[in-house]
């Protein structure tokens, strides 16, 4: 398994894999637009695992800075998918894994996330790899 950063040519097979992810295709053009705004951010993270040159998982992951306390940056995790048939394979531990580092690098004091609640799966692969909901409650408003 090989994770690199996402590039336009990997684009159609993103495509596929939020569609199994979330059942709504993904606009190609709006999604190389997006791509290129987040690849001239050296705050975004966007990375992809390859099996045999098939991208089989994404993740994203974003430095935001703090105004509270030493003002430490955080990491946001967001876009996790990782193809049905990779599953149990170690993708998302090795996904998870490199923006850890990435935030590490950045000197982020935590990361964060929000999971579907319906996602019960998930959230045992968050929990197996250090992330906690006690004490916490995510919350997200949808504005368009």
Same mark, same amino acid.
């Given at each position: 398994?090989?994770i690199a950063?996402?590039?336009?040519?990997?684009?159609?097979?993103?495509s596929?894999?939020?569609?199994?992810?979330?059942?709504?295709? #993904?606009?190609?053009?709006?999604m190389?637009?997006?791509?290129?705004?987040?690849?001239?951010?050296?705050?975004?993270s966007?990375?992809?695992a390859?099996i045999?040159?098939?991208l089989?998982? #994404?993740?994203?992951?974003?430095?935001?800075f703090?105004?509270? +306390?030493?003002?430490?940056?955080f990491m946001?995790? %967001?876009?996790?998918?990782?193809?049905? $048939?990779?599953?149990?394979?170690?993708?998302?531990?090795?996904?998870? /894994?490199?923006? %850890? /580092?990435?935030? #590490?690098?950045?000197? /982020?004091?935590?990361i964060?996330?929000? /999971?579907?609640?319906?996602r019960?799966?998930? $959230?045992?692969?968050?929990? #197996?790899?250090?992330?906690?909901?006690?004490?916490?409650? +995510?919350?997200?408003?949808?504005?368009?």
């Amino acid at each position: 398994m090989k994770i690199a950063k996402i590039t336009k040519n990997d684009l159609p097979q993103l495509s596929t894999l939020f569609m199994e992810f979330i059942g709504i295709k #993904s606009n190609l053009d709006k999604m190389s637009s997006s791509l290129d705004v987040i690849m001239a951010n050296p705050n975004y993270s966007v990375l992809g695992a390859k099996i045999d040159g098939d991208l089989v998982g #994404s993740a994203m992951g974003i430095i935001c800075f703090d105004l509270v +306390g030493e003002c430490q940056p955080f990491m946001v995790i %967001e876009n996790v998918v990782v193809a049905e $048939h990779a599953r149990g394979k170690g993708v998302g531990k090795a996904l998870v /894994s490199a923006l %850890e /580092s990435e935030a #590490s690098k950045a000197h /982020s004091h935590y990361i964060m996330l929000v /999971s579907s609640a319906s996602r019960v799966d998930a $959230h045992g692969f968050y929990k #197996s790899q250090g992330y906690d909901t006690d004490g916490f409650r +995510g919350f997200k408003k949808y504005i368009v």
